[in-house]
């Protein structure tokens, strides 16, 4: 029998943490986002607390008995009380098909393979559109195209490379998302070693290009060791048998022809191993990509990078799945059409008497909320609303979901402790660690309930490419051809789970014997709008708050340019709210300073930034959107040990942001920031004016910062949300 705990409210000197006044540039993206609206507007959802009332109605309503429906209804409502919040998919769609019957409530998708063919880059394109009409975020692998100039005898025509196609599928993106008011979200990764890898890095260098995409590269541990070691790296592209033959390519020359694992095989030479020939195209010194690659980040914040070999290592399903692509924003790689439901929990929610020195975290509702809040989630695989039947078919096979927690820098600064030192570290991994273990607590007690998910039934045949992969299986006694269940290699062989036996053994073994309910429970997401709305501005998921008093840029249906919003930290509301009302960031003035501990994100150094990220990914068993902010005048040597440092910590991507007003305006903008950057616009009469970033500016009928419509003309996107 399972004991129900007794549920205390969170108080801080004597007012809940949850009664902090919403501001109102959170209730403002609720009613634009996420609030359910009739076909002309009206709200249907009265308050916040109806977005929530609809959520628990619609997710309780999956259980099996009137009486089960009605328990966790009052459970699931209680949770998102209590600082459980769904990612965006959910909470604007949950509930909502009477109003919007062809949406989704899944925030992370996958597309199939893109094979190299016109009809598959055309049917996979296809695809993306259906997905991203729903409301989904879509992540593709474009390595798997041949590189630019490669002869294509069908067409008897030279072929214009990967980022061509490239473009066609950012242009579907936008026309999408312009019809469906909400911006698309799309992924693009890139092999280190395809011929093409110097176009990719370049391909944000100009104006407008591939602006619905986020770029990542495709790092290998072999890539790393080149640059480690000073080492040539060769840049190659699977070969066709045709192409062997005419260009007389001998496939045991290693400066003609070297072998890798390829994510396509059809049509392509193959040997024992299952690797692919690949030719050859050019060999360049690995530092020199390196160093290419560092240079554009620093100047573009892109590309990112996904240490594939370690998320391909490190991942439940090693078994079954090989992974070459991520959602929009990183935190769920998956598989061809994988597909993800998200979830985050308010840290801040469990802070009890904030800013005191006897200020302590609630750790025993935290649990009740994980638990309550897992629960919930599993429901959302069975209303998916994916378009396409290998979606649903991935998601109800695995049953993936990624819960993670967003106001970590809020919630540390609540208790007296700074970002990125040593207790906040601690804090960090004790929070990942706890949200971990429950989760897989939860999910064997939901198998036992509900059934595991149907891949843990599963029988796999071990074979060469397993005991590679698992040398231990056979020390354990497995042999080629033997039959064994999902569930064993999940649980035993699992190098995420062998983590979590470490510290509780008992548990494993249970769930070795029965299966867990999914095959993945944890992500950390960026949170963005949802972190600004319904957790009233708490930190991004892991990261710490940007500022504490600064400006957002988001889009507005039928505006010609991005909206300037002022914001506040959720940790300063609580302060002036708790503590004194009079307190302003930056203030020299001893009645209105802030203490000590309320940094913001350009104080935290790169490595207290990945110190952070690597404490949380030790018990995230997918991965975590963070982004390492620097300030513009960061020195660039400094910054390309960033990646160096990250790759060492263990990390599975890793991303930065230096505010460039040359290059972009960026979401998250800073007053300071704004006030000392000047723009420079052209009239059509010749005569250039000069403004400063936060100016008003009226212009084709409606005003502006300077910024933001600088921004809007250089970038191309004016007048077209």
């Known amino acids: 029998m399972r004991m129900e705990m007794a549920i205390a409210e969170i108080k801080a000197d004597g007012i809940p943490v949850s009664e902090i006044a919403y501001q109102p540039a959170s209730l403002d993206i609720w009613d634009s986002k996420y609030r359910l609206k009739d076909k002309e507007g009206n709200p249907l959802d009265k308050t916040l607390d109806e977005t929530y009332q609809r959520i628990a109605r619609t997710l309780a309503g999956l259980e099996k008995s009137a009486e089960l429906k009605e328990r966790w209804y009052k459970k699931f409502l209680w949770a998102l009380r209590h600082g459980a919040i769904p990612a965006g998919r959910i909470v604007s769609n949950a509930g909502a098909g009477e109003y919007k019957p062809e949406t989704s409530t899944i925030n992370c998708t996958v597309s199939g393979a893109i094979y190299d063919s016109m009809n598959d880059i055309l049917l996979r394109l296809h695809e993306a559109g259906l997905t991203l009409k729903c ?43 312009s019809a469906g008011g909400r ?45 480690k070691q000073g080492a040539p790296w060769k840049l190659s592209f699977p070969a066709s048998a045709n192409e062997i033959e005419n260009e007389k390519i001998a496939l045991d020359n290693p400066e003609q022809v070297i072998w890798r694992e390829w994510p396509v095989t059809e049509g392509y030479i193959q040997n024992s191993s299952g690797k692919v020939a690949c030719k050859v195209h050019r060999t360049i010194p690995a530092r020199r990509l390196w160093d290419m690659i560092m240079a554009t980040t620093y100047d573009y914040a892109e590309p990112g990078f996904i240490l594939i070999d370690r998320v391909n290592e490190m991942n439940n399903n090693w078994f079954c799945e090989a992974i070459r692509a991520t959602n929009p924003c990183g935190e769920q790689p998956l598989p061809p059409y994988g597909a993800c439901l998200l979830g985050s929990i308010d840290l801040t929610r469990f802070v009890i008497d904030p800013f005191l020195p006897n200020a302590s975290f609630d750790w025993e509702n935290f649990r009740e909320v994980v638990r309550v ?96 992969k698992r040398p231990e299986m056979l020390a354990d006694g497995y042999r080629e051809g033997d039959s064994v269940k999902g569930r064993v290699l999940h649980a035993r062989y699992s190098r995420y789970m062998q983590r979590v036996a470490s510290v509780a053994p008992e548990l494993v073994d249970e769930l070795a014997e029965t299966g867990a309910r999914f095959t993945h429970h944890s992500s950390i997401a960026p949170t963005g709008t949802i972190s600004l709305s319904l957790a009233n501005n708490a930190s991004n998921g ?67 930034h990945i110190d952070i990220q690597a404490a949380a990914q030790k018990w995230i068993d997918s991965s975590i959107s963070k982004t390492a902010n620097v300030a513009t005048d960061f020195p660039y040597k ?38 000392r950057t000047t723009y420079r616009f052209i009239l059509d009469d010749g005569e250039a004016i000069e403004v400063k970033g936060d100016d008003e500016i009226e212009y084709d009928g409606e005003k502006h910062t300077a910024a933001n419509l600088y921004d809007a003309l250089k970038e191309g996107y004016y007048g077209k949300f």
């Open 135 to 177: 409301g989904c975020g879509i992540g593709y692998e474009f390595s798997t195209l041949r590189p630019r100039g490669s002869y294509v005898s069908g067409a008897g025509a030279n072929t214009s490379g990967p980022l061509s196609f490239m473009d066609i599928y950012d242009s579907m993106c936008f026309t999408v998302s």
């Open 183 to 227: 911006r698309g979200a799309q992924m693009a990764t890139f092999d280190v070693g395809h011929p093409d890898v110097l176009d990719f890095v370049r391909a944000k260098r100009e104006n407008g290009r591939l602006r619905q995409f986020n770029l990542s590269l495709l790092l290998t541990d072999e890539f790393m060791l080149a640059v």
């Open 373 to 468: 809040f897992t629960r919930m989630l599993d429901n959302v695989v069975e209303v998916n609303g994916l378009p396409l039947p290998r979606q649903r078919e991935e998601i109800m096979r695995k049953r993936r979901h990624g819960m993670g927690f967003m106001g970590l820098g809020s919630t540390l600064t609540m208790l007296c402790m700074i970002y990125g030192e040593a207790q906040s570290i601690e804090f960090t991994e004790q929070v990942s660690k706890e949200l971990a273990l429950v989760g897989w607590q939860e999910a064997l007690a939901l198998a036992r309930e509900k059934g595991p998910a149907p891949i843990m039934d599963e029988d796999f045949t071990v074979d060469r490419n397993l005991l590679r």
């Open 542 to 608: 892991i990261e710490p708050s940007f500022a504490h008093h600064y400006s957002r840029n988001i889009i507005r249906v039928d505006k010609k340019t991005k909206e300037k919003v002022d914001v506040f930290s959720f940790e300063l509301l609580a302060y002036r709210t708790l503590v004194n009302s009079r307190a302003i960031p930056g203030s020299d003035k001893p009645e209105e300073r802030l203490p000590d501990y309320f940094i913001a994100a350009d104080s935290v150094s790169p490595r207290q």
């Open 638 to 675: 400094d910054f390309k040990d960033i990646y160096t440092y990250a790759y060492e910590q263990g990390l599975k991507g890793c991303t930065t942001f230096r505010y460039n007003p040359e290059a972009f305006q960026g979401v998250l903008v800073k007053e300071d920031d704004l006030k």
